[in-house]
């Protein structure tokens, strides 16, 4: 490919990169004063809930390996790369006392990424509560908000004269959904009172670190990362129209709101009230909220949400969920990515980012995570070693081409970044589905291999387009 059979070209100064988190890669887990976090604890304790008992020590080994890794981000083409800071690394007991040696690895990091051209984008919680906070309730007490606004504030002083983009928090409903409601992490509660003032607390968290951030005036951007699934109604029936705008406030706008306008959706706090499970909100709260927004916004976007107005009437005995308000379905013969599960809607990226531009003042944002995690791809290695994923390239540029679609429209897209950088551990599906562009092979001591997405990824980088 050369420059001018670009078809789709981005705009100046795109950033291409991708995201990891710390947990899913560092390992390390008990090493130079790190402190237990849910995800080492939860492990210990119930070690078959993980993808053939494989748990976050066998991540892929950037805590030692980082020099090497980002070497080969330049060699994919990555102009800026998302990794997260793990809380109990830099502060084993989630307050008090800083591991030095955490300081020193995160330093490191950030010196060769800066050293290697690549801007370092900083997320401060990617699931990883420390153990000692979650004893005392994680989330759902409001000390832990305290806690971590001390952390963050940390983060800054240490590193913000190096690193300008900052994140609060990824997903920050996905520790809500899986914590307290669908059990799919620790502490695998299902509780919904509890899952709304965990939610809660995170957002006025975010507030609070964003708030921390001005006050030190070091010049750079903070913002949230937040996974994104257009809502989707089965017709245009007013029942499934109202469906779909209530999931869109459950699983969108609850975060989304607050976070770019300052304020919660009124279809939420409405259905909160009726049902008797409003957080407690103390009286500064809000004010907080509504000052502290988000400069940047990152946009995870994997599937999009297939809803319908409820067929049967929700049992009065179960517990609640959201689900009491709408039905989700599959719509048949799409596109699916098979070994997630989950459906591919290329579409779906545009919406997000015309919704933006439209009704949240077009706010300057990226894609921060969107990828394809498959499993078995050992069978397309070839004999040197590199693996043919064909699919992952058609999957970026299909994605890539509503993306374009979008910054011609005027949407404040600023960058791509793929989920993710290299194979790695994906939570309880551990080593299952693999996402990156440079391979891991577990039966090398990890040997690392750019896969043919890799280097198609850097002609991407270098043509600025495709
Ligand atoms: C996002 C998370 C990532 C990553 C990714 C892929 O929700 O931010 O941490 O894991 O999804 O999903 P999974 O690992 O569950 O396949």
Redesign the pocket.
Same mark, same amino acid.
């Given at each position: 490919m050369t420059k001018d059979t670009v078809t789709y070209r981005f705009p100046e100064g795109f950033w291409w990169g991708s995201a990891t988190?710390a947990t899913?890669t560092e390992g390390a887990t008990h090493r130079d004063g790190k402190g237990k976090n849910i995800w080492d604890h939860w492990y210990e304790v119930e070690p078959s809930r993980f993808f053939q008992g494989v748990g976050p020590q066998d991540t892929s080994q950037f805590y030692e390996r980082y020099k090497e890794d980002i070497q080969l981000m330049k060699e994919v083409g990555h102009n800026s790369f998302r990794f997260s800071i793990s809380w109990s690394r830099l502060i084993p007991d989630g307050r008090g006392e800083v591991n030095p040696k955490g300081v020193e690895f995160y330093n490191n990091v950030i010196d060769e990424l800066l050293g290697q051209g690549i801007e370092p984008f900083v997320n401060l919680f990617?699931?990883d509560m420390p153990m000692e906070l979650q004893k005392i309730g994680g989330w759902a007490n409001r000390e832990v908000v305290d806690a971590y606004e001390a952390y963050a504030k940390t983060c800054f002083e240490r590193f913000g004269d190096r690193v300008k983009k900052w994140f609060t928090h @990824? +997903?920050p409903i996905?520790p809500v959904e899986g914590g307290y409601l669908y059990d799919f992490h620790y502490p695998n509660e299902v509780d919904f009172e509890k899952a709304i003032q965990v939610g809660y607390h995170t957002v006025l968290s975010s507030a609070k670190a964003i708030r921390a951030y001005k006050q030190l005036n070091q010049g750079g951007k903070i913002g949230i990362i937040l #996974?994104l699934t257009p809502s989707y109604p089965r017709s245009n029936h007013p029942a499934d129209l109202k469906a779909a705008k209530i999931a869109d406030a459950f699983f969108n706008r609850s975060f989304l709101d607050p976070s770019v306008k300052g304020e919660f959706p009124e279809e939420l706090v409405q259905i909160l009230k009726e049902e008797g499970f409003m957080p407690i909100i103390e009286e500064e709260d809000l004010e907080i909220i509504r000052q502290h927004t988000v400069d940047l916004l990152g946009v @995870?976007y994997?599937q999009p949400r297939r809803v319908k107005a409820k067929e049967t009437l929700p049992n009065p005995d179960a517990p609640f969920m959201p689900e009491r308000y709408f039905d989700h379905y599959a719509m048949p013969g799409r596109k699916m990515n098979v070994h997630?599960g989950w459906e591919i809607y290329e579409k779906g990226i545009y919406d997000i980012l015309i919704n933006l531009k439209e009704h949240y003042g077009n706010i300057e944002c990226f894609i921060s +995570?969107n990828?394809m995690?498959v499993e078995g791809e050992e069978k397309f290695r070839d004999e040197n070693g590199v693996i043919h994923d064909d699919y992952r390239i058609e999957f970026i540029q299909d994605h890539l081409k509503w993306v374009h679609r979008a910054i011609q429209e005027g949407s404040n897209v600023k960058g791509y970044h793929l989920?993710?950088f290299m194979d790695n551990w994906?939570?309880a @599906?551990a080593y299952k #589905?693999r996402?990156g562009l440079v391979s891991v092979n577990l039966d090398k001591n990890g040997e690392r291999t750019i896969k043919k997405s890799g280097k198609w990824y850097k002609t991407l980088s270098e043509n600025n387009g495709f």
């Amino acid at each position: 490919m050369t420059k001018d059979t670009v078809t789709y070209r981005f705009p100046e100064g795109f950033w291409w990169g991708s995201a990891t988190s710390a947990t899913q890669t560092e390992g390390a887990t008990h090493r130079d004063g790190k402190g237990k976090n849910i995800w080492d604890h939860w492990y210990e304790v119930e070690p078959s809930r993980f993808f053939q008992g494989v748990g976050p020590q066998d991540t892929s080994q950037f805590y030692e390996r980082y020099k090497e890794d980002i070497q080969l981000m330049k060699e994919v083409g990555h102009n800026s790369f998302r990794f997260s800071i793990s809380w109990s690394r830099l502060i084993p007991d989630g307050r008090g006392e800083v591991n030095p040696k955490g300081v020193e690895f995160y330093n490191n990091v950030i010196d060769e990424l800066l050293g290697q051209g690549i801007e370092p984008f900083v997320n401060l919680f990617h699931f990883d509560m420390p153990m000692e906070l979650q004893k005392i309730g994680g989330w759902a007490n409001r000390e832990v908000v305290d806690a971590y606004e001390a952390y963050a504030k940390t983060c800054f002083e240490r590193f913000g004269d190096r690193v300008k983009k900052w994140f609060t928090h @990824n +997903e920050p409903i996905v520790p809500v959904e899986g914590g307290y409601l669908y059990d799919f992490h620790y502490p695998n509660e299902v509780d919904f009172e509890k899952a709304i003032q965990v939610g809660y607390h995170t957002v006025l968290s975010s507030a609070k670190a964003i708030r921390a951030y001005k006050q030190l005036n070091q010049g750079g951007k903070i913002g949230i990362i937040l #996974n994104l699934t257009p809502s989707y109604p089965r017709s245009n029936h007013p029942a499934d129209l109202k469906a779909a705008k209530i999931a869109d406030a459950f699983f969108n706008r609850s975060f989304l709101d607050p976070s770019v306008k300052g304020e919660f959706p009124e279809e939420l706090v409405q259905i909160l009230k009726e049902e008797g499970f409003m957080p407690i909100i103390e009286e500064e709260d809000l004010e907080i909220i509504r000052q502290h927004t988000v400069d940047l916004l990152g946009v @995870n976007y994997y599937q999009p949400r297939r809803v319908k107005a409820k067929e049967t009437l929700p049992n009065p005995d179960a517990p609640f969920m959201p689900e009491r308000y709408f039905d989700h379905y599959a719509m048949p013969g799409r596109k699916m990515n098979v070994h997630r599960g989950w459906e591919i809607y290329e579409k779906g990226i545009y919406d997000i980012l015309i919704n933006l531009k439209e009704h949240y003042g077009n706010i300057e944002c990226f894609i921060s +995570e969107n990828g394809m995690g498959v499993e078995g791809e050992e069978k397309f290695r070839d004999e040197n070693g590199v693996i043919h994923d064909d699919y992952r390239i058609e999957f970026i540029q299909d994605h890539l081409k509503w993306v374009h679609r979008a910054i011609q429209e005027g949407s404040n897209v600023k960058g791509y970044h793929l989920w993710t950088f290299m194979d790695n551990w994906s939570w309880a @599906n551990a080593y299952k #589905n693999r996402y990156g562009l440079v391979s891991v092979n577990l039966d090398k001591n990890g040997e690392r291999t750019i896969k043919k997405s890799g280097k198609w990824y850097k002609t991407l980088s270098e043509n600025n387009g495709f």
